[in-house]
């Protein structure tokens, strides 16, 4: 436990002794804490994970690498930083990244090592079955293109940095800036240490895990390395390169990605993941498995409808472990080899503690113990253990308790309605603020996911829980274009989006008004990059809502396709053609078309290094709305890329200007919440 955790726990208990359970509040943002990649040990008796803390002083997150018995014994720290744990097949050893290099630890004695001295990080580390070999991902980088001889400038002299030369398709990344010249490789390191073997080779990106033969003599991994790979950037391949010659050899060749391989222990099947690419909005990613030269070809989860992810052969080869969502919540499950699929756990989460997306991960021991991150409301991502003969979990871990043992939550409900549109059913979750009455009216927040093919769920949600903890009812959902529903509920949006995802949201709302406890006259609705598309749509649609903050928002997908860092990811699959093949199609989508309807209050929140939604795209609609003498404002966070709530400090200032414009139009007495209605 850092220092700052013992005060901040010391602190705590002085105040249950002279207080009663507190809400939660922003500062608690800086407590929370949580688990992610768990890696369970060969022989199933440890569990080494990620764990993840912030630092109210530096205002980021910490990641320290801690180990636990499976019988919830012994926990304690391993490494003061560090991520992507991966234990050796001799349960052993343990190597890990940290500082930009690969590490090594003996876990019998505690020693380490720095095994890389490289100029690029590594990633993707994995063990050979015979333990004498890692395989890693890097960077290759390559000079920078210069169109122009510059002549050489005097020494000492201050001249401005060159000119810098672009012409590739993806140049830039949010989050990270202009992209280093180069290409992606893999890698083969002793696991003694000593000097990378770079197996791969060509003008291409190797940037996928490799898994291992069992013969530890070759690699599978996913890569395009098509001659047009640039253009067809949502096509990939499985290769197999022997490590020994570097000589690659393609598995699979169809238009659409094959990626995430994994090998059966005899070595005879492939697993992976893919589908044909029919050029959708949305399309199921289905689990297949092959011989391991790519011959007869199979489906495993033809009848799941949903997305799977992360697959990994059982010890025996007689099935396969994977994980998916499913009505907004993350299953485990086990599909045999006659694709007969069995859940073993529910709740995988924990890693977004800001909105209450999906995620997790798992891992599996010879005999077929695991280890998995799991999530509730009122939780974020602890690590629990099971077993595939009695797959009843049970946790190892309890990272807040320190902290929500002395703090009051928003109760979270599941809410079902039918949609006025076409009477489908739409899933939500209504959250109450902490010693909610029923009898009492409370002003509502709506709350819209982003994407929009994604989904929220059951999960812990720091920004929600603030919003509760202020007041107000919170209502979030996963109307048509949100996975883990199926197919053809996701695709809904093709060529149509925004669509009647609109009328699932209002129906929602209705809905839960229906209840009785939300204040009409005090409706609100706000939400994140499709979430900021989706609020700036319905205030051009109706005028129901007494103020909305579009935060990150797409304003004119003509500008947005154009503009952004995925610029190039949006024609035909989200609107046919291209903007200037098809203006009409795009601007009929975009919410500036719209602008000369808005009469609600509405306010943007974009963080001026957000590359995804550039900050030009809310100001369209805050310029539009400013000349239409419509009450607005913008608020631009310093520094923050697309993932605004990376740095704490950034989340609570989301939530507190969100709710600040709220507030500044409520109607009522804004300090005491909850109002009750006024006829």
Not at 498 to 514: C, E, F
């Amino acid at each position: 436990m850092t220092m700052h955790r013992v005060l901040t726990f010391l602190s705590l208990a002085i105040a249950v002794a002279t207080s009663s359970a507190a809400q939660f509040d922003y500062m608690d943002v800086f407590e929370l804490e949580w688990a992610s990649d768990p890696q369970i040990s060969p022989d199933g008796s440890r569990v080494v994970y990620v764990r993840n803390a912030m630092d109210v002083m530096e205002d980021r997150s910490r990641s320290e690498l801690w180990i636990t018995r499976t019988d919830n014994t012994g926990a304690r720290r391993i490494a003061s930083s560090g991520r992507s744990p991966r234990w050796a097949p001799d349960g052993i050893r343990l190597a890990y990244l940290a500082d930009g290099q690969i590490q090594l630890r003996w876990m019998d004695s505690g020693e380490s090592a720095t095994l890389t001295h490289v100029t690029e990080s590594p990633g993707d580390i994995t063990w050979s079955p015979d333990g004498t070999q890692i395989a890693f991902s890097m960077l290759v980088a390559e000079e920078a293109p210069r169109l122009a001889a510059l002549p050489k400038k005097p020494e000492g002299a201050k001249w401005a940095d060159p000119p810098m030369y672009i012409d590739r398709l993806k140049n830039r990344q949010d989050g990270v800036g202009y992209l280093k010249h180069g290409y992606h490789h893999l890698f083969v390191l002793p696991a003694s240490g000593g000097t990378p073997v770079q197996v791969t080779s060509g003008s291409f990106h190797h940037r996928s895990e490799p898994v291992w033969t069992p013969d530890s003599k070759s690699l599978v991994f996913s890569a395009n390395r098509n001659e047009d790979w640039e253009y067809e950037f949502r096509n990939s391949e499985l290769y197999s390169v022997s490590v020994p010659e570097g000589r690659i050899e393609a598995l699979t060749e169809r238009n659409g990605p094959d990626h995430s391989p994994a090998v059966s222990p005899d070595g005879k099947r492939i697993a992976f993941l893919g589908y044909d690419d029919r050029v959708r909005t949305y399309q199921v990613t289905k689990l297949y498995t092959m011989n391991i030269d790519g011959s007869d070809r199979s489906v495993l989860t033809e009848e799941l409808d949903r997305s799977v992810s992360n697959p990994a052969w059982a010890a025996d080869g007689r099935g396969l472990y994977f994980q998916y969502d499913s009505e907004g919540n993350t299953k485990f499950a086990h599909v045999t080899g006659d694709g007969e699929v069995r859940v073993l756990a529910d709740n995988l989460g924990g890693a977004s503690y800001g909105r209450p997306y999906g995620g997790g991960s798992f891992s599996v021991s010879n005999d077929g113990h695991f280890a998995l991150t799991q999530t509730t409301p009122d939780r974020p991502g602890d690590v629990f253990v099971g077993s595939f003969q009695a797959p009843e979990v049970e946790r190892i871990t309890a990272l807040n308790e320190d902290l929500f043992a002395n703090k009051k939550l928003g109760a979270v409900e599941e809410f079902w309605w039918e949609s006025s549109f076409d009477q489908r059913k739409v899933q939500g979750w209504i959250v109450t603020p902490p010693d909610f009455d029923p009898t009492q009216k409370y002003p509502l927040v709506l709350e819209i996911h982003g994407g929009p093919v994604s989904n929220y769920g059951d999960r812990f949600s720091a920004e929600i829980q603030l919003m509760a903890s202020k007041g107000y009812v919170v209502l979030y959902a996963n109307p048509r274009g949100s996975t883990s529903y199926g197919e053809a509920f996701a695709d809904l949006l093709y060529h149509n989006y925004p669509g009647q995802d609109y009328d699932d949201l209002m129906s929602g709302v209705d809905a839960l008004i229906a209840k009785g406890f939300v204040d009409e006259r005090n409706l609100f609705v706000t939400g994140g990059s499709a979430g900021g598309i989706m609020t700036a749509w319905i205030v051009g649609k109706t005028d129901r809502f007494r103020a909305a903050v579009a935060a990150k928002p797409v304003i004119n997908w003509y500008s947005k396709v154009l503009v952004a860092d995925n610029y190039y990811g949006y024609h035909n699959y989200r609107y046919p053609g291209s903007p200037w093949e098809n203006p009409e199609a795009y601007m009929k989508f975009s919410p500036i078309s719209l602008v000369g309807n808005v009469s609600t209050p509405t306010m943007m929140l974009t963080g001026d290094a957000d590359l995804r939604t550039p900050l030009s795209e809310s100001e369209q609609f805050f310029h539009a709305l400013k000349l239409r003498r419509v009450d607005t404002a913008i608020v631009r966070i310093p520094g923050a890329s697309h993932n605004i709530v990376r740095r704490p400090s950034q989340l609570i200032a989301k939530i507190a200007n969100v709710l600040a414009w709220f507030e500044k139009y409520r109607i009522g007495d804004a300090s005491s919440m909850p109002t009750t209605a006024r006829r």
